[in-house]
């Protein structure tokens, strides 16, 4: 069925999706491992359950209880990765705890739910920046937060067991777009300072702020601070990835290019947690850095802040800064207010630290504050039977009206960089689609997400099973080629030749493709590349990869050039994280050409949707689109953005960002390709526009 909708976003549509649990199964009370001070099971006497106390004193008392021991481990993400404990102090009647639930674009439960519910897939970062709407972001976040509440109150169930879900949301990524090679940019989101701290301050609010002003629905955690922009491929050749690199950066683009974002989301957002990043800037291990400190008086933080994956021990092991395990568990606890390691090094060495006097009790005990903190704010020491999260369940995921926001945030991502005359398309024509992406599932989603598709009923003989779901599963995501095939209607006919896979040829691809787009009156090509399949490393972009190229695979340059010349209209989508250069296809009298990043679970009808004339919802480009050749002449180890980076600084765009001014307190505008042709129906009030 194709989704339709009214010409404007409903002015309460958040209030909806808070409001969609009305008839959620609620969960029963005090559910195992998920709350503390459970009345009447014999430890609701301690005065850190007396709701009529001081938060702090609540809070200092448990700590006060915790045998030091004990203590290393409540400091590590996960729980110690070589026990199952997960952080339980069955003495005191605390439960378990699981640090470090990832929230990129989507809660990601390792499972969805009995009754084939599962979390709801949004586009990737750089399509949020696209919006340029914080109503939307905002709504987006609010959804990811509701759902990692509901999949927290059905506990291990929808982790098979593995970890629970905790109610600190990893995420949103916050690093700026310094260089397109960077292999985590479908992570990212701009390389404009002010957009990524409102992306940041709607993530945060929309996380931590739900109907229960009392308590935080979930703690957002802004990553990575900072400077983190370099994984390893690009520098590899060099000696250094993200373990090892220090970036050199002047005082001035620190506060001025690479710490805005977050003083955004902690100021204005009131964000309740920061993860330090694995790299050294100016040549300190940012875990250890005392700026963390700083930024608590300076910027008012009184959260929490994770270590990525034990960066900690690369403070030691790969930065070489200090000479111990021990002595790194220190500093990052006592310098670089480095509250939780995600890695087992303060299990293993923080005590041992103490013992040698680089670190006290007292600094141990100031962390977990600050850790415990949250977790009372979050509600997980107080009766629950009043909370409206704790009521959250399988209902409350999935619901019908995220799914609508969804397809929403998808139309108003789409870039429609250029259009001679082509777009708006007319239904019931003959259209080939062709190209790797043309019939693309898996690529249309960002590779941080929870699982998108439920077990298959059909392999299980009707039975739901927790075992059998896969993140690797995206049949229910519809493709390109069949939202495009279903909009062209029955009076048009829709043919679909991959014509080359992204980095190699397939045979007889191009004449099968060449073949197909003869015959038809318009040609609808997916190109790009991807964080999943396997394809060329140069062009390949990952978490721990940077690409070395930021042109297209030469496979399909070579098929998109084969159809250009046959000069039938040709619309092409890209679908990537970071830029795709596309000078090639600028310019042309019947190429049309969309960026649609990963666009998400609805990313297929919002093209459709969008090619056809049905939505107009256009976004604006979030970075600089450079030339091809542009890495020839940029080292991907120079941070410093002057260098004609961005568009703050002289960059040769093929593709500049928008006047951003128009945007800028400026909520009515129309939607202009480059040519300035106006599409049809374009000018519309949108809400939230950047102010």
């Known amino acids: 069925m194709r989704h339709s909708l009214g010409p404007l976003m409903s002015p309460v549509l958040l209030m909806l999706i808070l409001a969609a649990g009305l008839a959620t199964a609620q969960p029963s009370y005090y559910d195992a491992g998920v709350s503390a001070c459970v009345p009447g099971a014999g430890y609701d006497h301690f005065p850190f359950c007396n709701t009529s106390m001081p938060l702090a004193d609540r809070v200092h008392d448990l700590i006060s209880r915790i045998p030091d021991g004990v203590k290393p481990n409540l400091l590590t993400a996960r729980g110690h990765l070589k026990s199952r404990g997960r952080q339980a102090l069955p003495e005191l009647g605390v439960p378990s705890y699981y640090w470090g639930t990832n929230c990129i674009h989507s809660s990601m439960s390792a499972n969805c739910t009995k009754d084939g519910r599962c979390s709801t897939s949004f586009p990737s970062g750089p399509s949020w920046s696209a919006t340029f709407d914080r109503n939307v972001m905002r709504s987006m976040a609010a959804v990811v937060g509701r759902e990692t509440r509901a999949f927290f109150n059905l506990g291990n169930f929808t982790d098979n067991g593995r970890n629970g879900m905790g109610l600190d949301c990893w995420g949103p990524v916050a690093n700026i777009n310094r260089d397109p090679r960077w292999g985590r940019h479908g992570e990212g989101g701009t390389e404009d300072p002010f957009l990524m701290g409102q992306l940041g301050v709607a993530w945060t609010k929309g996380l931590q702020e739900g109907e229960d002003q009392r308590y935080i629905q979930v703690a957002v955690t802004i990553k990575h601070f900072d400077a983190n922009s370099l994984e390893g491929g690009a520098a590899a050749d060099q000696g250094y990835d993200r373990h090892n690199f220090s970036a050199n950066i002047s005082k001035y683009l620190l506060a001025d290019y690479y710490w805005p974002a977050f003083r955004a989301s902690i100021k204005l957002g009131k964000a309740k947690g920061v993860m330090c990043s694995y790299n050294s800037v100016n040549g300190i291990p940012v875990c250890l850095d005392p700026l963390m400190k700083a930024a608590r008086a300076a910027w008012g933080f009184d959260g929490y ?55 006290s009790m007292e600094d141990i005990n100031r962390a977990l504050f600050n850790t415990l903190r949250l977790r009372f704010e979050l509600g997980l020491f107080d009766p629950i039977k009043d909370q409206p999260y704790w009521m959250l369940g399988q209902g409350d995921i999935g619901t019908d009206e995220a799914k609508e926001l969804n397809l929403i945030a998808a139309l108003e991502s789409l870039v429609l960089i250029s259009n001679p005359g082509i777009l708006p398309l007319k239904a019931g024509q003959r259209l080939a689609v062709l190209g790797p992406h043309g019939n693309a599932s898996m690529d249309l989603i960002q590779v941080d997400t929870g699982v998108v598709c439920p077990p298959s009923p059909s392999a299980h003989a009707g039975e739901w099973q927790a075992e059998a779901a896969d993140a690797g599963q995206f049949y229910c995501v519809r493709t390109p080629y069949q939202a495009i095939q279903e909009t062209n209607g029955k009076n048009g006919t829709t043919t679909y030749v ?78 990537n994280g970071g830029m795709v250069a596309v000078e090639d296809f600028m310019n042309k009298k019947n190429v049309a050409l969309i960026e649609a990043f990963y666009p998400g679970m609805e990313g297929a009808n919002a093209l459709a949707q969008s090619i056809f004339g049905i939505a107009n919802r256009w976004g604006r480009m979030p970075y600089t689109v450079y030339h091809s050749n542009w890495t020839k002449h940029n080292s991907m180890l120079d941070h410093d953005v002057t260098h004609q980076r961005t568009y703050r600084y002289g960059a040769d765009a093929v593709v500049p960002l928008p006047d951003l001014v128009c945007f800028f307190g400026a909520a009515r505008f129309q939607v202009l390709g480059p040519s300035g042709s106006q599409l049809p129906g374009s000018n519309f009030q949108r809400k939230g526009g950047i102010a």
């Open 305 to 359: 802040v994770t270590s990525d994956s034990d960066a900690v021990s690369d403070a030691w092991r790969r930065h070489h800064y200090v000479k111990s395990a021990a002595e790194a568990s220190c500093l990052a606890l006592k310098h670089g207010q480095c509250d939780i390691d995600s890695g087992n090094t303060y299990y293993d060495h923080l005590l041992e630290g103490v013992k040698a006097g680089h670190c």
């Open 498 to 575: 991959r014509g080359c896979d992204l980095s190699d040829e397939l045979p007889g691809g191009f004449q099968q493709a060449l073949a197909a787009a003869k015959l038809a009156d318009v040609v609808i090509l997916g190109l790009g590349i991807s964080e999943r399949e396997t394809l060329d490393p140069k062009f390949m972009e990952r978490e721990a990869h940077d690409r070395d190229r930021i042109d297209l695979p030469p496979v399909q340059q070579q098929l998109a050039n084969y159809i250009i010349a046959l000069g039938k209209p040709t619309v092409i989508f890209l679908l």
